[in-house]
């Protein structure tokens, strides 16, 4: 089973790097972004068949490891594979 | 306190510093590698030191904060034991929950390497009532030294006296100027400068001397 995550800072949290890469953006002459946060993503194989208990696993990663709760957001699909 | 104790992860580069530093100070100094499980029965000080512990992969200091030695260090300071945590030291602390908030990526986005000046905010604690002057001179030198947390946090640690340092001209975006933070019962210090720079009059001047000469009363 596949897990595919997504790790995004919390509204409201001072994003430096997207604001660089918006500007680099800008200086390609692509104009008509607004605005870029960037974020991470994860892909994690696991050696399981039962969804439910993916799931489980798959948020306990997010939540003691793969983000920092304080400043991001987690979300992820379980793909069965 | 008479023992001391520097801990080692892969990627450390601060802790021979930091091990120098104690072991002027200190009668005896271990050093401690971070998967070690025990802490010796006769540490009283626990110190966290900088550089880029598992390469800063991930979010700096989330990886050492999950080592093994990292729950012995909980316990110890859960017990009142005396921790130290700098730069990476300090990242390390937020990630393993011993200090609030966290430590983002300087607002201008450059590496700053410096001499800076504090403002003592908290003169009272064990590592801070040894200084008999408000403001001192330490070293920077960080990436990731932008302190955040959120409001209620923010609130939550002016009320308890838990701000330690402040920058006069911050440098790098931290809420309030926060250079280094207590956690509530004031045994646990995190900082993004290093004192342990500032020890030898030759090189980085003394004004990191008197917090590690107060742990020792």
Redesign the interface.
């Known amino acids: 089973m596949k897990a595919r995550i997504h790790v995004t800072l919390k509204p409201g949290?001072?994003d430096?790097?997207g604001t660089?890469i918006k500007k680099s953006l800008d200086n390609l002459g692509i104009d008509s972004v607004s605005s870029v946060t960037q974020g991470k993503y994860f892909e994690i194989t696991l050696n399981e068949n039962d969804k439910q208990k993916a799931e489980q696993t798959v948020e306990e990663s997010c939540k003691?490891?793969?983000a920092?709760t304080?400043?991001e957001n987690y979300s992820f699909e379980i793909i069965e594979a | 306190m008479k023992t001391a104790a520097v801990i080692t992860f892969p990627g450390s580069n601060c802790d021979r510093d930091m091990f120098v530093a104690l072991d002027k100070i200190f009668n005896k100094t271990y050093r401690l590698w971070h998967k070690g499980t025990k802490i010796p029965d006769d540490v009283d000080f626990i110190a966290i030191p900088g550089g880029f512990s598992y390469g800063d992969y991930l979010r700096s200091g989330s990886m050492a904060a999950n080592s093994p030695i990292m729950s012995e260090v909980k316990k110890f300071a859960a017990n009142g034991g005396y921790v130290l945590g700098v730069c990476n030291g300090f990242q390390i602390l937020t990630e393993a929950g011993l200090l609030p908030g966290v430590l983002l990526r300087n607002k201008e986005l450059k590496f700053i390497s410096k001499q800076i000046t504090l403002e003592i905010a908290n003169n009272n604690s064990q590592f801070t009532k040894g200084y008999n002057k408000k403001h001192i001179e330490i070293p920077i030198a960080h990436h990731d030294g932008n302190y955040f947390c959120d409001d209620a946090t923010l609130e939550s640690l002016e009320e308890n006296n838990q701000i330690a340092f402040k920058y006069l001209a911050n440098p790098n975006g931290s809420c309030k100027d926060i250079a280094g933070i207590l956690n509530k019962k004031k045994n646990v210090l995190g900082m993004m400068p290093h004192p342990e720079r500032a020890i030898d009059e030759l090189v980085g001047g003394l004004d990191g001397l008197p917090l590690f000469q107060s742990l020792l009363k």
Request: proline share 9%; hydrophobic share 65%.
């Open positions: 949290v001072l430096p790097q660089a003691s490891l793969l920092n304080v400043i």
